[in-house]
């Protein structure tokens, strides 16, 4: 599915303000096994109060899940939050997405990357020199 530069544009901005990714190993222990194991959290998320712009955000990807966060017990008066979440290969097809725009998350959507294709830019796949792309852009 292809998105419009301006789309974007435009999610890359909810996630520079409203977003969060994360990209970190742990330990885990799996089943009844009592050895614990490096396993990857790879995760891309937006949470807010307008539900319209998460529900267009998970249209216009069409990856990854909508969901309702009720406030907590003790968060009287607050608002229902919308969250749309995606992870692991979802995550690496929107980081691909947003790459050339993001500003401020962009070093963790290049470790998701770098991740699922370490040798891309020898490979000549379709990740290019940041600057270029936005040199390219102003034109």
């Known amino acids: ?17 409203d977003g969060s990714v994360q990209y970190k190993q742990y330990m885990k222990k799996r089943g009844k096994d009592k050895k614990a194991y490096p396993t990857w959290n790879i995760r891309m998320e937006i949470s807010m109060t307008d539900k319209f712009v ?63 294709e370490p040798r891309a830019q020898e490979l000549g796949d379709n990740i290019i020199d940041l600057e270029t792309e936005r040199q390219m852009r102003t034109v």
């Open 1 to 17: 599915m292809e998105i419009s530069i301006a789309d974007a544009a435009y999610i890359a901005g909810l996630f520079d303000a």
């Open 54 to 116: 998460i529900q267009w955000v998970h249209e216009t990807l069409g990856v990854g899940t909508f969901a309702k966060k009720p406030p907590g017990k003790g968060q009287l008066g607050k608002k229902m939050q919308y969250r749309w979440r995606c992870s692991h290969r979802d995550a690496l097809y929107v980081s691909k997405l947003l790459w050339s725009e993001a500003k401020v998350k962009l070093h963790k959507i290049e470790q998701i990357i770098d991740h699922y």
